[in-house]
């Protein structure tokens, strides 16, 4: 089961899946352009919406006879300083983007623990290591997708299940484009954007793709990653960008944490 199926990551994983024997349901928040194919079947869902996402899970199972993997991947980024963004943008990216995921996982945990098997696979980032300026609200999120995730992994591993956190470098797909949603900006924080950004224009031109790993290339490793028994790892990170920029927010922190003189060297 995979949510967020119709575009990105989602979508090369749901082909992917597929491509490899696997049958498949993918969620949508509407409207989609998923090719039809006998072993897939697309539910729309809301992932925001604890009900929906139980009925979407318990539906799931009931069509395969069992649920082996629970890929949660819907989510989306919002650009905006901490000072611009608003009450709705806080609680709606919140909503999707760490609520979604926990409403799932909590649906699936009770029929994967009766099957003795399982595996929960959360999509999150190498920015739920360290964070970046005006990327705030959604560092948050991340931040606590990975902390009850972690939690998760270990109160469910007695029962045969498994959780992973994939964190995945620059991607190539509409992430940063049209998914991405922007705050209404306050001209105090230009100076910001241009220098991270290049433009201080919101949002910003639509630009060609950064040149990070391709949505298939990270599709293929996950799967890989689902498929091999042997491959413990909590935190699994994708692109060839990833281990650098986990290894600098880690430094960055651990030397904030050094400036403590009780704090041990080694």
């Known amino acids: 089961m995979i949510t967020g199926a119709n575009r990105g990551l989602g979508r090369a994983l749901t082909l992917a ?86 409403w799932l996982s909590q649906a699936a945990i009770p029929i994967m623990r009766a099957q003795g098997a399982g595996h929960i696979v959360q999509i999150s980032t190498v920015g739920a290591v360290g964070t970046m300026p005006t990327l705030g609200l959604y560092n948050s999120t991340k931040w606590g997708l990975e902390a009850f995730s972690e939690a998760l992994a270990a109160e469910v591993k007695e029962f045969g299940l498994r959780v992973s956190l994939i964190e995945p470098g620059a991607l190539d797909t509409d992430w ?38 391709s949505p298939a290339e990270a599709a293929s490793a996950i799967l890989a990653h689902v498929a091999d028994p042997q491959d413990e790892r909590l935190r699994v990170l994708v692109g060839d960008d990833a281990p650098v920029q986990v290894r600098a927010a880690l430094t960055l922190r651990l030397a904030d944490y050094a400036r403590d003189e009780r704090f041990p060297k080694e």
């Open 17 to 102: 899946a597929l491509e490899a024997g696997h049958r498949v349901v993918a969620t949508v928040r509407g409207e989609h352009s998923l090719p039809p194919h006998e072993r897939l079947s697309v539910q729309v869902l809301d992932v925001r919406d604890p009900n929906a996402a139980r009925a979407a899970v318990q539906r799931a199972a009931a069509e395969s006879g069992r649920l082996d993997v629970l890929v949660n991947n819907a989510g989306y980024g919002l650009i905006g300083a901490i000072e611009e963004a608003t009450e709705e943008e806080a609680r709606a990216i919140v909503d999707t983007n760490l609520l979604g995921p926990l």
């Open 176 to 213: 940063a484009g049209s998914s991405m949603r922007f705050s209404s900006p306050d001209s105090a924080y230009d100076p910001l954007r241009t220098q991270l950004f290049g433009t201080a224009q919101v949002p910003w031109p639509q630009c060609e793709p950064s040149g990070g790993t």
